[in-house]
């Protein structure tokens, strides 16, 4: 069966410091990748996705960057982070067809002081 | 992008029928409708999703409508387990576009 690993599963940064957050999915191929952030009672927030290594599409103009070095993996990055880059961060996948439901990890809660 | 509608909250009683109506004017021929619940602190969990038919699983049931502008998320007996916040969506090619979604109370 299919998995999918992200971490960390909290995360307290200061303001201009780096960033890493990586994901990975097991148990399949080729999959749809993508990189999603959360504010507190509000819905989800495409940030990039990506159909294969080294095609990624990013869907907001922010500090943010994402890179697929294995099929398999999706990393989200940042130079310097700002204040509002808080919030929580999911990672999803999917098969490669466009009626096919995404499947969530567990969320990076990232906190930026 | 089409846009969903959703009431903020529902309330619920333990072992009755819930359903959740979701409006989606705009819709395209050729989008999905997709449901998705959130427990407080983890990812979105997938529970169903249609074109144009009625659908079933063993999580939930979806009744769309005839001209495809709302539809219904059955819970056919809802537990506790069930209170989460309910979001619909519409797919369009990769993207979910996402509303607030219905946060769903379920009173013991």
């Known amino acids: 069966s299919q998995t999918i690993h992200q971490w960390p599963a909290t995360l307290v940064q200061p303001v201009g410091s780096p960033l890493s957050l990586e994901c990975t999915v097991e148990?399949?191929?080729?999959?749809?990748l993508y990189w999603y952030r959360q504010a507190a009672g509000r819905g989800l927030q495409l940030l990039f996705y990506?159909?294969?290594?080294?095609?990624i599409s990013s869907e907001v103009p922010q500090n943010l960057s994402a890179s697929r070095p294995q099929d398999r993996q999706f990393i989200l990055s940042s130079k310097k982070l700002l204040l509002s880059d808080s919030g929580f961060y999911l990672c999803?996948?999917?098969?490669?067809?466009?009626?096919?439901?995404?499947?969530f990890g567990d969320g990076t809660r990232l906190s930026i002081l | 992008d089409a846009k969903t509608t959703q009431p903020n909250s529902m309330e619920s009683n333990e072992e009755e029928p819930v359903h959740l109506p979701c409006n989606h004017s705009?819709?395209?021929?050729?989008?999905?409708i997709h449901w998705y619940r959130q427990l407080p602190s983890q990812g979105p969990e997938y529970v169903i999703h249609?074109?144009?038919?009625?659908v079933n699983n063993r999580m939930a049931s979806l009744a769309i409508a005839e001209d495809r502008k709302s539809s219904t998320l059955i819970l056919h007996r809802a537990t506790l387990r069930d209170a989460a916040v309910y979001y619909c969506?519409?797919?369009?090619?990769?993207?979910?576009?996402w509303g607030a979604g219905t946060k769903l109370i379920i009173k013991p």
């Open positions: 969506i519409l797919r369009s090619n990769y993207q979910l576009i």
């Open positions: 705009t819709i395209s021929g050729t989008d999905y």
């Open positions: 999803a996948w999917n098969q490669p067809y466009s009626n096919q439901p995404q499947h």
């Open positions: 148990g399949t191929s080729n999959p749809n």
């Open positions: 990506s159909i294969g290594i080294d095609q």
């Open positions: 249609g074109l144009t038919s009625n």
